[in-house]
């Protein structure tokens, strides 16, 4: 309340501009920007084609959501939120996605949501991943968001409407309970859907009103098409689209831009991850 969150910080340096525009634009299907990312696949192959020499099996999703947290780490803007017209820094890197119990059209779906520090290497943030994956892919696998749902569709239609409503209200004034906070995947730092797993090429998602989502990526199915060397010759290659959606509130389009030519540089060379980072930069008071 006031202010005050379990999961972020109120930011109070912040200019007039950048406190004012979340009352301008107060929801974030109002806030919405969208662009592709066309990520160039030679550099992961070989990574991934290294590692398994090594034994170790690492996919494109391991690299993907590595990448990401190693970018929030390095650019902190990245992982706030707005909440009732304020701008908040999150406590931890938070990434949530979407793990179908097995791939069939009867069977039912879960979200899981990971926490990390920013200074994970790529073994550890694969090794949390993979766990994640494991422990929600049994079909009778049930874990806090799904327990969460089902107590809240237990009750009559009309007063799910009314609880549902309830919990957006104590969010707006930071009063929803920690315990909800941490079960639901709607208050994370990034949403990502891997479309490529279930062979659909990438799509723009939506980021969700309720909860705190600032960024969801897509990663779509690879293709095959041309692309300019460096030598400016065209070639044929093979590349993975992202669709990304950002809320533009909670920082300006040049950071935005540098942060993607960051990510850009860190799947160019993967090899980075590999290694745990020092030293996470901290966002401003």
């Known amino acids: 309340m006031f202010g005050k969150r379990s999961d972020g910080k109120k930011i109070k340096g912040l200019s007039p501009v950048n406190k004012i525009i979340p009352h301008i634009m107060s929801a974030r299907h109002d806030s919405q920007n969208l662009f592709k990312y066309e990520l160039r696949c030679e550099s992961l192959d070989e990574f991934i084609a290294k590692e398994k020499e090594e034994k170790i099996s690492i996919n494109y999703m391991h690299v993907v959501i590595a990448g990401i947290v190693r970018l929030f780490a390095l650019r902190p803007q990245l992982n706030r939120f707005v909440m009732n017209g304020r701008i908040f820094k ?19 779906e879960t979200t899981v949501k990971l926490s990390f520090t920013g200074k994970e290497s790529i073994y550890q943030i694969k090794d949390k991943i993979d766990e994640a994956i494991k422990a ?17 569709t237990t009750i009559p239609n009309f007063f799910i409407k009314v609880a549902v409503g309830f919990i957006k209200w104590l969010d707006k004034h930071g009063m929803l309970p920690k315990k909800i906070i941490d079960a639901s995947p709607f208050h994370t730092s990034i949403f990502v859907t891997n479309l490529k797993s279930i062979k659909t090429d990438y799509i723009y998602h939506h980021i969700y009103d309720f909860g705190t989502t600032g960024i969801f990526i897509s990663m779509g199915k690879e293709k095959q098409q041309a692309v300019v060397d460096k030598e400016g010759k065209i070639v ?27 990510l850009k540089r860190i799947y160019e060379n993967p090899n980075v991850l590999k290694e745990e980072l020092d030293h996470v930069v901290k966002d401003i008071d």
């Not at 929600?136 to 089902?150: G, L, Q, R």
């Not at 533009?248 to 540098?258: I, S, W």
Request: proline share 0%; with cysteine; hydrophobic share 40%.
């Open 90 to 108: 999150r406590n931890n890197i938070m990434v949530s996605f979407v793990v179908k119990k097995a791939l069939r059209d009867d069977v039912e």
């Open 136 to 152: 929600n892919s049994n079909i009778n696998a049930v874990n806090d968001t799904d327990k969460t749902a089902k107590f809240f």
């Open 236 to 262: 044929v290659s093979k590349v993975m689209t992202l669709g990304v959606v950002t809320d533009e509130r909670f920082c300006d389009g040049l950071y935005f831009g540098n942060s993607l030519r960051l």
